[in-house]
């Protein structure tokens, strides 16, 4: 069965430092898509970086990055220059192509990072 | 324009009320979702529409009740809901629900649903 972990209930970083989120997941799909969320307290779940199983290279979006190891089925999410606006919950999520499940995302439980002044 | 908006953004009702949550986006995507979520925990799917028509539910109780009326507006009728269904009420689309791994779904702000 799918299943994504995530193994850090809480995290601190001090500002302007990077930090790296864990994600591990499971699936016995060749064909897959991984996904980071953020969710700041006001709800709005915010979609961050996207990493397929076939890409080679690792997935970048400005300050955020994907550290993609698939032979050890890890997606850790790497955040340079940590702000105070980082301050949120994260979500590590995946897709696979099971057709009935009809795009379902499979979420992790989520770390909740706070960036320390 | 990459926006999903929810109406209304918070709610307060008690058992035996009937509301509806809304949810719309103009992004030209043909699927939409319903999540549930509590506090400090992933989001719930509870349904999925795609090209306008119910293709996931994750057994979810009859008094939660969806409709799509087109291919922009998604709806979440309520009915005589439990003090345990208060939550925050997610809405999402994307492009397609059964191609494209890397369609990432996009979400609404939320309705934060208070039962009494």
């Known amino acids: 069965a799918q299943k994504i972990t995530q193994t850090q209930p809480g995290m601190f970083v001090q500002e302007k430092e990077a930090v790296t989120l864990d994600c591990t997941y499971d699936?016995?799909?060749?064909?897959?898509?991984l996904f980071w969320y953020k969710q700041p307290s006001s709800g709005e779940m915010i979609f961050l970086i996207y990493?397929?199983?076939?890409?080679?290279q690792n997935a970048t979006e400005g300050r955020y990055s994907l550290n993609f190891q698939k032979a050890r089925k890890s997606a850790n999410l790497v955040i340079s220059a940590s702000q105070l606006g980082d301050s949120a919950m994260y979500f590590c999520?995946?897709?696979?192509?099971?057709?009935?499940?009809?795009?379902?995302?499979?979420f992790g439980q989520g770390t909740e990072l706070s960036v320390k002044p | 324009d990459t926006e999903v908006t929810q109406t209304p953004k918070h709610l307060v009702m008690g058992m035996t009320n009937k509301k509806s949550l809304k949810c719309e986006q103009h992004?030209?995507?043909?699927?939409m979702y319903w999540y549930k979520q509590k506090a400090k925990k992933p989001p719930e799917l509870m349904f999925v529409?795609?090209?306008?028509?119910?293709?996931i539910n994750e057994s979810v109780p009859s008094r939660f009740s969806p409709e799509c009326p087109n291919s922009s507006l998604l709806n979440l009728h309520l009915h005589a809901l439990q003090p345990e269904d208060s939550a925050l009420y997610l809405c999402?689309?994307?492009?397609?629900?059964?191609?494209?791994?890397?369609?990432?779904?996009?979400f609404g702000p939320g309705t934060r649903l208070t039962v009494t």
């Open positions: 999402a689309s994307s492009q397609d629900s059964q191609t494209g791994l890397s369609y990432e779904q996009y």
């Open positions: 699936t016995s799909d060749q064909s897959y898509g």
């Open positions: 990493q397929g199983s076939y890409d080679e």
């Open positions: 999520a995946m897709r696979d192509q099971t057709y009935n499940q009809g795009g379902k995302l499979i």
């Open positions: 992004m030209g995507h043909r699927a």
């Open positions: 529409y795609s090209y306008e028509k119910l293709s």
